[in-house]
């Protein structure tokens, strides 16, 4: 338990994060776009080619709707300087990821952030928060998608003060989808490889976390060699789904739920399996090397592709 005694809960769930902005290029988006994989398998491929390159008369190129993910790049430092949280940075760990799109992302921009406390919950042997983001267009005002990122503090639970678990919540029950893998044979399966060097290419977008580059940092957090980030296995699984079921249309997602279970090493085998059901795609990605589901979710789509 980590210093209970200074764990504030109200002093937490009151913080008013500063706003922040987050720029980038149309590089910074191609290079995400390499960093979970786009174009690995087929340098020219058809549906992917466009996240990297003007082809066809494009303007300019397209963007993943997983990089909103970036948008808030530089949380969990803002997380570890809040006031009324005791626990050890190293041993924090990414559990959730949802995200909402209410328009295709531009190629280019300054996005204005507003980040909110949704939700904080005591676990025990550890402390759930959950962190809200509202992203909008800088110079217009146009809001262009909604987060929340649930991550897990371990061994810095137990703080509730009555025989109750201390639980906050700030949104509505039920307004993030809930999802149960199906038994029956997935409708479609799509495998791919990550690279040896994956995580290193996608720390360049800006998540410079030493436990996916430095081994010596990894083997102190109990892996054998340094792994990948959660949000790029995730970055694999959504363009798995645009790729089977959108055929390509990356504009067809509405929101993507992610739940983190297992790391993943660079250089492994992920196998994503999906399961259509109405507008909904249910998904769940192994490691093939070891059997194991790394990540499970659900995405929602606007519409049904027309080839489906």
Known sequence: MAGTAEFDPQMVISYKFPESTFSYTERDAALYALGVGACSRDAVDDKELKYVYHQDGQQSIEVLPTFASLFSTGLQSRIIEMPGLVFDPRLLLHGQQYIEIYKPLPSNGCILNKATVSGLHDKGKSTVLEVEILSYEKESGVQLCMQRAAVYLRGAGGFSKSPQPYSYTKYPSGQISTYKIPKSQPFVVFEECTHPSQALL??????????????????I???????????CTLGFAIRAIINRICRGDQNMIRNITGRFLLHVYPGEKLITEMWVEGLSVIY?????????????????????????
């Open 202 to 219: 996608y720390r360049l977008s800006g998540d410079y976390n030493p436990l996916h580059s430095d081994p010596r940092v990894a083997e």
């Open 221 to 231: 957090a109990g892996f054998s060699r340094p792994i990948l980030h959660g949000l």
């Open 284 to 308: 769940q990605v192994k490691v093939k090397e070891r059997n194991k589901a790394a990540l499970s979710g659900i995405v929602t789509l606007d519409r049904f592709a027309s080839s489906l």
